[in-house]
């Protein structure tokens, strides 16, 4: 029977604590064989049970953390797929609103083919999803939901922060949304604009500076560049 080489967490924790458990337990046998003078079997017996149960209950430990950060971010994946406003301003806004249509949308003086071709790209879409202007954005639909689409992915990276979650997972889980986040030029220019002119609103810094709104994605985001790039990088030094 061919056994996977991707063994199952408990299945390696099981491993783990074998292996250390036989470790401390033959370095205890063989301290005792070497001076048999220290042999007491009331103390030596307890040393060999103590072991693997101490050994146990720290690997149980290890094991509840990254169950508990696994279900963070399934809790943050299911909450993504079934709020329809959070995956449509995604859609919509982002995943859409690519590099080339939101330099045409910008460009002044636009043909008749031109304006044409953005018309035809959002179609029948609902005027809270459609192109915008990062530094037009006051006041508009579409402020609103791309405030709430990056609060989310805000959360996430303040959660990663506080080490309830792993790079490794949220790659797993939303890289692809964190790869347009990165790539699409409109979110860009939108958090440059925000953290531009938060300064500028004098209300919110007359009895304290009230810190620039998406700090922990922007954190989030520059941690990811460099996670993925590790990553091709070990995976180059894999191939070689």
Do not use: M, W
């Given at each position: 029977m061919k056994i996977n080489a991707h063994s199952t967490l408990l299945t390696r924790s099981a491993l783990i604590q074998v292996i250390?458990?036989?470790?401390?337990?033959?370095?205890?046998?063989?301290?005792?064989y070497a001076s048999p003078s220290n042999w007491d079997p009331k103390v030596s017996i307890a040393?060999?049970?103590a072991i693997?149960?101490?050994?146990?209950?720290i690997t149980q430990l290890v094991i509840s953390a990254q169950v508990q950060r696994a279900s963070y971010i399934k809790d943050y994946a299911i909450r993504f797929r079934t709020d329809k406003e959070l995956s449509e301003s995604f859609h919509y806004l982002v995943?859409?609103?690519?590099?080339?249509?939101?330099?045409?949308f910008k460009t002044a003086g636009k043909t008749p083919e031109e304006?044409?071709?953005?018309?035809?790209?959002?179609?029948?879409?609902?005027?809270?999803?459609?192109?915008?202007?990062?530094?037009?954005?006051?006041?508009?639909?579409?402020?609103?939901?791309?405030?709430?689409l990056l609060g989310f992915?805000?959360?996430?990276?303040?959660?990663?922060?506080?080490?309830?979650?792993?790079?490794?997972?949220?790659?797993?889980?939303?890289?692809?949304?964190?790869?347009h986040?990165?790539?699409?030029?409109?979110?860009?220019d939108y958090l440059a604009y925000v953290k531009e002119q938060w300064p500028n609103l004098g209300s919110f810094h007359e009895q304290y500076s009230a810190p620039v709104p998406f700090r922990y994605l922007r954190r989030l985001l520059r941690i990811y560049v460099a996670y993925r790039k590790s990553e091709e990088k070990s995976a180059a030094e894999r191939e070689d």
């Open positions: 250390i458990s036989a470790f401390f337990c033959g370095s205890l046998a063989y301290y005792l040393s060999f049970v693997p149960a101490a050994v146990i209950g995943y859409r609103f690519d590099n080339s249509a939101y330099a045409l304006r044409k071709a953005l018309q035809d790209a959002q179609g029948d879409v609902a005027p809270d999803l459609r192109f915008f202007d990062p530094r037009a954005a006051q006041g508009a639909p579409q402020e609103r939901r791309l405030d709430n992915f805000d959360t996430v990276g303040y959660d990663f922060s506080r080490g309830l979650l792993h790079e490794r997972d949220i790659a797993g889980v939303f890289g692809f949304h964190l790869d986040l990165i790539q699409r030029q409109v979110i860009q």
